[in-house]
């Protein structure tokens, strides 16, 4: 099953900013979001040191983009990298 794991927090500015380039891929994947104030169990989980935290899940493969890493370029190729395999 193809996941796409929102980790964000309602006072982090880069995480609402990063909202529309997320549902960009609501075609292609489950987008689940994540409160790391809320949802600390799921949070501690995945280990979420940062926000915002993107995890995307395709099968066995797991691509992990945390704060700066994050903007349409770096979504764009990882998105396609993991479709083609």
């Given at each position: 099953?193809?996941k ?28 689940i ?7 600390s ?11 915002p ?19 349409k370029q ?6 396609k990298?993991i479709?083609?395999?």
């Amino acid at each position: 099953m193809k996941k796409l794991l929102q980790f964000k927090a309602s006072w982090c500015a880069p995480c609402s900013l990063l909202q529309p380039l997320i549902d960009k891929y609501s075609n292609l994947y489950d987008i689940i979001s994540y409160d790391v104030d809320i949802d600390s169990e799921i949070t501690q989980k995945y280990k979420i040191k940062s926000v915002p935290t993107i995890i995307i899940i395709d099968e066995e493969e797991e691509v992990r983009l945390v704060g700066q890493q994050i903007n349409k370029q770096s979504l764009d190729e990882n998105v396609k990298v993991i479709i083609k395999k």
